[in-house]
């Protein structure tokens, strides 16, 4: 009997015929891109849930729920497909001369957390999917950056924010299940919010993550960020960015001409770079030029 490979993402059984990959891990996921000759992959079982989305070529894959029974699917650039965690399968790899794909692994002990308040994940059961079109999962995927060799604490806080929804969408429209979402309404309370504001306030040169804000008012990732959003218009991801650009903004009024990136890294952004981009997304200018114009 042929012992199965238990894997998070494609590159860990391909190495054989990588040409490129590029992965990045956060508490919730693991991001990955890569480049793959055409190949007969070995059958393998996922550890956690996989979303791929193939870029160039296709695949055509040998795929199984239960370890005994197995189903064709021919996957195809652009379409994505979600292979639940505990399945198992075969892929041949096809491509004029490479294949490419990106996927995201979500870590399913640390969603189960993000919304184990909101939801009882042992009320639903994810089923694979192949050859999707999803316009929102797709609109995930463009959301992830190209590349985060060394991702910063905001980068940690959107990307738990994305899989966090990501996960929950899966939940919503790909999963049998037992009992339907709630529906939460209103908003925190105003004690909840001011204690949130307040540590942001607090914390706007430090690493913020979304696990410690929900923790702070004793709810699940999931829950917080909905009621947060239904309270203040908008993500505690851009909440963050929008303080600390007006902190930012403080800075530069100062008749201390202290340096613009040593303003980045005490607002809380990982380089001035950083700043210039969220900055001009919100003022329309650089963080030089609004200087030069007080």
Do not use: W
Not at 13 to 41: M, N, V, W, Y
Not at 199 to 227: N, P
């Amino acid at each position: 009997m042929t012992t199965q490979t238990r894997i998070n993402t494609p590159s860990e059984i391909l190495k054989p015929f990588l040409i490129h990959t590029e992965s990045t891990i956060f508490d919730s996921l693991i991001s990955e891109r890569g480049q793959i000759k055409p190949c007969a992959a070995p059958e393998v079982i996922f550890k956690n849930h996989l979303v791929v989305l193939p870029l160039v070529g296709h695949l055509r894959t040998n795929f199984s729920a239960d370890g005994l029974t197995h189903k064709k699917h021919i996957c195809k650039a652009g379409h994505v497909s979600i292979y639940p965690a505990g399945t198992s399968t075969q892929c041949d790899i096809y491509a004029d001369s490479s294949y490419h794909y990106q996927c995201l692994q979500l870590k399913t002990d640390a969603i189960n957390q993000a919304i184990s308040e909101t939801l009882d994940i042992g009320q639903f059961s994810l089923s694979p999917q192949f050859c999707l079109t999803d316009p929102f999962i797709e609109t995930i995927f463009r959301q992830f950056p190209q590349s985060l060799a060394a991702p910063s604490g905001l980068d940690r806080l959107y990307i738990d924010s994305l899989s966090n929804t990501l996960f929950v969408h899966l939940l919503k429209h790909y999963a049998v299940r037992k009992k339907e979402f709630p529906q939460y309404q209103g908003g925190l309370s105003k004690y909840q919010l001011r204690r949130t504001i307040d540590y942001i306030d607090a914390h706007l040169g430090q690493d913020i993550k979304l696990a410690d804000l929900a923790q702070l008012i004793g709810m699940s990732q999931y829950y917080f960020c909905r009621l947060f959003r239904q309270s203040m218009g908008v993500s505690p991801y851009k909440y963050v960015i929008q303080k600390r650009v007006e902190q930012a903004k403080k800075l530069l009024k100062q008749p201390q001409k202290v340096t613009i990136a040593a303003i980045a890294l005490e607002c809380g952004f990982a380089n001035q770079s950083a700043l210039n981009k969220h900055f001009r997304n919100l003022t329309g200018t650089t963080p030089k030029s609004y200087r030069k114009g007080l």
